[in-house]
């Protein structure tokens, strides 16, 4: 078996239906399937569950499959193995990585911490797992801005890695976080101007904005939210029309939960560019995920003393989120 590549490099054979032995190897392997948003369709369609950054980690948390298969990039990997260390956990295609997360190297972000004693460290979820290590508290676009707000108001706080989201909440609760200056290659490309001349076109559209985006497109959100923020807000909304400023895996779920209402990609999909896609989000493919299972491989592991530390962190994140009544 060959994972050079990152995924298992395996021929598969011909004439199978390849959803049913997925299927069958998942029960056989005892796994379960979790899958983000921003996962192909018809991965989306096969996973045992969907959902945002939380959703995965708190199911990852929870669940008594001896297997969980990640379909989504390695930090999600990784969070679910630093939460059971003692299960297997796949990610089908590993090189499947995230630009927010190599944003911020963990040896840079020990060396600016060190810089800057005294302060309460908290990260978004999109980090490596050494630098969760260094931090007191993990967050989510679900749940940062009520985490940052359980702090007193003159908590002295480090947030990083996301500058976009950082700053957000730092206009929402008047806070100053030092922010790291990181960023989502996919939600910095959106173009203001598409999403402007969208709106022109659909004048009764609600623009639905992640925070990963910069200022100048949060200006003219409707809502921003993490994606299942965003999905809530789009299902109970009286609007029948939406301009999705994030990456656009999500219109699958929306789609499928509002068959009724339109939801336009921005900027829009004209072909000649595809850059409200997650290039990583997308490495993962039916095929890998088969010889995924069928290989029990490429397995996401952690330094055991990193993963000591960095179970800390994320579990009181999990801890906050449900005394606020964010999770169940
Ligand atoms: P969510 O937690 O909102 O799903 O975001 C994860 C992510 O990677 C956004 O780019
Ligand atoms: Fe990372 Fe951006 Fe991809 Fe989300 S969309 S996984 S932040 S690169």
């Keep these: 078996m060959n994972v050079e590549k990152g995924y298992v490099d395996a021929p598969i054979p011909e004439g199978i239906d390849l959803r049913q032995e997925i299927l069958r190897l998942k029960r056989e392997r005892n796994a379960v399937i979790m899958a983000h948003?921003?996962?192909?369709?018809?991965?989306?369609e096969i996973a045992d569950y969907i959902g945002d950054s939380l959703a995965l980690a708190q199911l990852a948390a929870k669940t008594e499959a001896d297997v969980i298969v990640l379909c989504g990039v390695h930090f999600m990997g990784e969070t679910a193995k630093i939460l059971c260390p003692d299960k297997k956990v796949i990610v089908p295609d590993l090189s499947a990585g995230c630009?927010?997360?190599?944003?911020?190297?963990?040896?840079?972000?020990?060396?600016?911490?060190?810089?800057?004693?005294?302060?309460?460290?908290?990260?978004?979820?999109?980090?490596?797992?050494a630098v969760k290590a260094m931090t007191d508290v993990i967050v989510t676009s679900s749940n940062a801005r009520q985490i940052v707000e359980s702090f007193p108001k003159d908590e002295k706080i480090i947030f990083g890695p996301d500058r976009n989201l950082g700053n957000y909440i730092n206009s929402l609760t008047g806070r100053h976080m030092k922010v790291w200056d990181g960023a989502c290659s996919v939600h910095e490309k959106f173009s203001l101007e598409k999403i402007m001349d969208l709106k022109r076109q659909y004048p009764a559209a609600k623009i639905l904005v992640h925070p990963e985006c910069p200022k100048p497109i949060r200006l003219v959100a409707d809502k921003i939210g993490s994606t299942q923020g965003l999905l809530n807000y789009a299902k109970a909304s009286e609007c029948s029309e939406f301009i999705v400023c994030t990456e656009s895996g999500i219109l699958y779920e929306m789609r499928r939960q509002c068959p009724d209402k339109t939801f336009i990609p921005a900027?829009?999909?004209?072909?000649?560019?595809?850059?409200?896609?997650?290039?990583?989000?997308?490495?993962?493919?039916?095929?890998?995920?088969?010889?995924?299972?069928?290989?029990?491989?490429?397995?996401?592991?952690?330094?055991?003393?990193?993963?000591?530390?960095?179970?800390?962190?994320?579990?009181?994140?999990?801890?906050?989120?449900?005394?606020?009544?964010?999770?169940?």
């Design 99 to 129: 630009s927010l997360a190599d944003s911020c190297p963990a040896d840079e972000f020990k060396a600016y911490l060190d810089k800057n004693p005294g302060y309460t460290v908290i990260s978004y979820a999109n980090t490596s797992a």
């Design 267 to 328: 900027p829009p999909d004209d072909g000649k560019c595809a850059c409200n896609e997650c290039a990583f989000m997308k490495l993962v493919t039916l095929e890998k995920l088969y010889n995924s299972l069928k290989y029990m491989a490429p397995e996401i592991l952690v330094d055991p003393e990193v993963s000591k530390k960095a179970v800390k962190p994320i579990e009181r994140m999990l801890e906050i989120s449900k005394s606020l009544g964010l999770i169940k």
């Design 37 to 44: 948003f921003y996962q192909r369709d018809e991965i989306q």
